[in-house]
């Protein structure tokens, strides 16, 4: 049966991240690979779109790498940047509890928001988290790719939603062997499908 992160076709980039981060090996017992796995210099041509983030507690959630075409977008360079400092106010809640649904049930994620840079542009931004354990077997780190949505592609997904101010417009999770959170755990839908949330 077809691992259903591989139905994820939003880029090169992320096909070749998901493809390698399924091939990694996991330890006993854990349906995460380790982050001591895996590097990102393997992923043939994909590290401009990759980026990697570590959990540092509910306020922290740190960009250990990111990729040039995150940097061009936001306007800065991202690396150890706190996203949730990066994070809308309004919005800022419900990504936290996002990232600690991936980790509390380790699955994978999807989250397409539009947001507005430092040069006040919006743009509309998929990106996808895969989950990495420490040493531990904690979900400490995620491994993700992003991607610009625009154009014919905006209109077919989301019809005349209004993206001139920062919101979420979807956001699913992927099960990866553990099952994925609940809705009443995260406030998201907890069957797989996408579906705009306001």
Known sequence: MKNVLETLHHSKATQELIRFWLNLP?????????????????INGS?????????????ALVVVQAGTILDRLIG????????????????VHDERMYYKALREQPCAGLITRSMINFADKPFIYRTVQLPLIDPFHNVRY?????????????????????FKKARLAERRFFDIGAGV?????????????ARPNG
């Open 26 to 42: 996991r330890p006993a017992g854990s349906v995460c690979p380790k982050r001591s796995d895996f590097s990102s210099a393997r």
């Open 142 to 162: 995620f491994v993700g790719t992003g991607f610009v949505i625009e154009g014919e592609q905006m209109e077919a997904e989301f019809g005349n939603i209004d």
């Open 181 to 193: 959170p609940t809705e009443k755990a995260t406030g998201a839908p907890d069957d797989g499908s």
């Open 76 to 91: 800065l360079d991202m690396t150890g940047k706190n996203i949730f400092d990066m994070t809308p106010a309004e919005l």
């Open 47 to 59: 590290l401009p779109e990759v980026f990697l983030s570590e959990w540092y507690g509910d306020d």
